[in-house]
T-cell receptor, first 112, second 112 residues
Framework: KAGVTQTPRYLIKTRGQQVTLSCSPI?????VSWYQQTPGQGLQFLFE???????NKGNFPGRFSGRQFSNSRSEMNVSTLELGDSALYLCASSGVRGYGYTFGSGTRLTVV | SQQGEEDPQALSIQEGENATMNCSYK?????LQWYRQNSGRGLVHLILIRSNEREKHSGRLRVTLDTSKKSSSLLITASRAADTASYFCATDEETSGSRLTFGEGTQLTVNP
């Protein structure tokens, strides 16, 4: 079966702009989580959506938001981009909690 | 925030040798998972061990969990050059809901 698909793979944006990243989970998976990976902070949890509802949220400012659609596809949005938002953004889907996650290949965002 | 530490931060071995990585964490967990990441791409789920398990095997992988010491180890036997990657432990904590808290990772280099 198809894996987790993230688009786009690479993105370059200017400070102050906003960006939307997309994630399509494995078919049948209703949970989608987002993580940010940077050299300085490592892998950090952003938020998790389940059946179109945000179920869990990490310690990120309100500029980071997300949503999930009825087909379980998810988007995350970052507004008013800062240089420090440059990172690899990873999406993970899960069918049942406690059985591991399947990650996408990530979107590498560079803010200039 | 990072759950704990991984040790060592970097490990370089020859093909055929065994590689051992250690992970410590701070809180009570439901399970602990190990992931591999190649060159800043997506994470690949390797193995999951539940809090009531002490040891688990999958192919050339062996994971142990000591909940009294809040630590885990990943052993890769008969390493291959293709095992070169970053390895992360991640905990599913009892009180944090459906999210993973990652360690800092171990960079493994297997020399041919």
């Amino acid at each position: 079966k198809a894996g987790v698909t993230q688009t786009p793979r690479y993105l370059i944006k200017t400070r102050g702009q906003q960006v939307t990243l997309s994630c399509s989970p494995i078919s049948g998976h209703r949970s989608v989580s987002w993580y940010q990976q940077t050299p300085g902070q490592g892998l950090q949890f952003l938020f998790e959506y389940f059946s179109e509802t945000q179920r869990n949220k990490g310690n990120f400012p309100g500029r980071f938001s997300g949503r999930q659609f009825s087909n379980s596809r998810s988007e995350m949005n970052v507004s008013t981009l800062e240089l420090g938002d440059s990172a690899l953004y990873l999406c993970a889907s899960s069918g049942v909690r406690g059985y591991g996650y399947t990650f996408g290949s990530g979107t590498r965002l560079t803010v200039v | 925030s990072q759950q704990g530490e991984e040790d060592p931060q970097a490990l370089s071995i020859q093909e055929g040798e065994n590689a051992t990585m250690n992970c410590s964490y701070k809180t009570s967990i439901n399970n602990l998972q190990w992931y591999r990441q190649n060159s800043g791409r997506g994470l690949v789920h390797l193995i999951l061990i539940r809090s009531n398990e002490r040891e688990k095997h999958s192919g050339r992988l062996r994971v142990t969990l000591d909940t009294s010491k809040k630590s885990s180890s990943l052993l890769i036997t008969a390493s291959r050059a293709a095992d070169t990657a970053s390895y992360f432990c991640a905990t599913d904590e009892e009180t944090s809901g459906s999210r993973l808290t990652f360690g800092e990772g171990t960079q493994l280099t297997v020399n041919p």
